[in-house]
């Protein structure tokens, strides 16, 4: 393993969650980090944080369904670091509901976030990638993109989305442009991932399922990311699953 030292790394989703925890855990690896997400308020006390630690930060106003958005990301850090190293495709949302009860803008916001977003920021980091012909792309999957439940068929459908792009990537882009893919999945985390549900049936039926667990922190997640990039160039971890020790599904 080695650090990131002349590195930088995009971090979508970087106001809370694994997506902050990811951006601070990097920068203490002394990677340049573009903190992305809509909440700029909250990237500014991150990214103060950070440069208090000795680390280097920019805050980027980012909401990824929108393709303009993406790309001044892109070049903003480009601009800021004369690299892009590293991108964490974290941002996603998680409303929850069973079919039969018809939230279909919720439908619509998944597939907008979780889907073309991921898109929007590959599309916006590949062309310096590929010029670079060097790069590591960590798309943040989850276990419902393997093990469907009742209540997630479109949320588990966007996963199961983002880790088949991640293989197929993985294929295209590591053998012949050393731009490696790692899919992460991670199980429970406590995150506020859960407050987008408004399907009531769904938060009854969801405290039920996880009543017991002690889900895994977002640091957990972001030690795991650590690992993947920090990793010898001749190793690509495709996928990697995280769950609680006491997570059955």
Known sequence: MSDL?????????ASSGI???????????GAGIALAARRTDRLEDLQAEIEADGG?????????????????????TLAAFG???????????????????LHEDEWE?????NVKG???????????MLEQESGHIVNVSSTAGRRLFPGGAVYCGTKHFVRALSEGMRKELAPHHN?????????????????????????EMFEERHSGIEPLESDDIAESILYVVTAPDRVDVEELMVLPSDQRT
Do not use: W, Y
């Not at 990824?64 to 958005?69: A, F, G, L, P, W």
């Not at 991108?87 to 929850?96: C, D, E, R, Y």
């Open 56 to 76: 280097e930060a920019i805050v980027v106003a980012t909401d990824v369904t929108d393709r303009e958005q993406v790309q001044a990301l892109a070049d903003a």
């Open 118 to 128: 991921v898109l929007h920021c590959v599309g916006a980091v590949l062309p310096t």
């Open 5 to 13: 030292s002349g590195k930088s790394a995009i971090v979508t989703g």
């Open 179 to 203: 731009i490696r893919v790692t899919s992460i999945q991670p199980g429970a985390v406590d995150t506020e991932l859960t407050n987008t549900i408004t399907d009531e049936e769904v938060i």
């Open 83 to 101: 690299s892009i190293d590293i991108l964490i495709n974290n941002a996603g949302v998680m409303p929850l509901s069973f079919i039969k009860n």
């Open 19 to 29: 997506g902050e925890a990811t951006a601070r855990r990097l920068a203490a690896e």
């Open 109 to 113: 916001q998944m597939v907008d976030v």
